[in-house]
């Protein structure tokens, strides 16, 4: 009789991969160390960045993820039959957006209820990329789709969480061009057709990057920031499908549009 393999991920080696990762954003809110400075002074021009233990830890945490992402898809019946680099991006993605959140509530108790957010969707999002993996399993659908929900998600809350910590503008652009670029890279890969579309994919950061420098300096709250942002992303890599699908240019261009005034008329009423 064929053996059977489950669909899910080792229990014993998705509880480390989350312990290592909670008790890397832990550690950060329980060592307090002095910060450090990186400045740039050139004529009319002057930038600090100051860099502490927190920025430390989450881009550890991203390393970390990736890293054990790798253990623990090493082990799937499908991973000798394709490259899983894939499947790594994601993971590593939420632990990086997810330090920014943790950081800034890292002197307050709304630090607990942040973690554990934080804690189920990291997990959500591991168990989804491993059963990703084999698409010809029932539960590729909705992990799927759980995975496109997730990567939109966790655009709002790194815009939302850049727009409530006050960063400054030149902060802000090359880690929203940076993160949209990779969210749409991933979501472009998870619409059937297996591509990477690395022009798309730059020109969707660009965009995006190009719309909150617009929007930095309007009074807007970071819920409202964050909408407006996350809808023109939304609605450029849907573009992006429709067109790949060879859909007429002016059915593709509707539904996208729609989602952005969808997505600025929310934020405009907040």
């Given at each position: 009789m064929q053996e059977r393999h489950s669909p899910l991920p080792s229990a014993d080696r998705m509880g480390m991969l989350i312990a290592s990762v909670l008790l890397t954003f832990a550690l950060s809110r329980m060592i307090e160390t002095p910060g450090l400075t990186l400045s740039l002074s050139l004529p009319g021009f002057y930038y600090a960045f100051p860099i502490t233990l927190g920025t430390v830890m989450t881009l550890?945490?991203?390393?970390?993820?990736?890293?054990?992402?790798?253990?623990?898809l090493r082990e799937h019946p499908a991973a000798g039959e394709?490259?899983?680099?894939?499947?790594?991006?994601?993971?590593?993605?939420?632990?990086?957006?997810?330090?920014?959140?943790?950081?800034?509530?890292?002197?307050?108790?709304?630090?607990?209820?942040?973690?554990?957010?934080?804690?189920?969707?990291?997990?959500?999002?591991?168990?989804?990329?491993?059963?990703?993996?084999?698409?010809?399993?029932p539960l590729y659908g909705p992990a799927r789709a759980g995975l496109t929900a997730v990567a939109y998600a966790l655009f709002l809350?790194?815009?939302?969480?850049?727009?409530?910590?006050?960063?400054?503008?030149?902060?802000?652009?090359?880690?929203?061009?940076?993160?949209?670029?990779?969210?749409?890279?991933?979501?472009l890969h998870l619409d059937g057709?297996?591509?990477?579309?690395?022009?798309?994919?730059?020109?969707?950061?660009?965009?995006?990057?190009?719309?909150?420098?617009?929007?930095?300096?309007?009074?807007?709250?970071?819920?409202?920031?964050?909408?407006?942002?996350?809808?023109?992303?939304?609605?450029?890599?849907?573009?992006?499908?429709?067109?790949s699908e060879n859909t007429p240019l002016r059915r593709a261009v509707m539904g996208p549009a729609l989602i952005v005034l969808a997505a600025w008329g929310s934020a405009f009423l907040l």
């Open positions: 550890f945490a991203a390393a970390l993820t990736a890293a054990g992402m790798d253990w623990l394709r490259s899983h680099r894939e499947h790594l991006l994601l993971p590593a993605l939420t632990a990086f957006v997810l330090g920014t959140p943790l950081a800034l509530l890292s002197t307050s108790e709304a630090w607990w209820p942040g973690i554990a957010f934080g804690a189920a969707l990291f997990t959500a999002v591991c168990i989804a990329e491993y059963i990703s993996m084999d698409p010809s399993t809350v790194l815009a939302t969480s850049l727009r409530f910590s006050g960063a400054r503008m030149v902060l802000v652009i090359p880690a929203l061009f940076f993160v949209a670029g990779l969210i749409s890279l991933r979501i057709t297996d591509r990477w579309d690395f022009p798309w994919a730059f020109g969707i950061g660009l965009i995006c990057a190009q719309v909150g420098a617009g929007l930095h300096y309007w009074p807007l709250t970071p819920v409202q920031f964050g909408l407006a942002l996350t809808g023109p992303l939304y609605a450029l890599a849907l573009l992006s499908m429709s067109l």
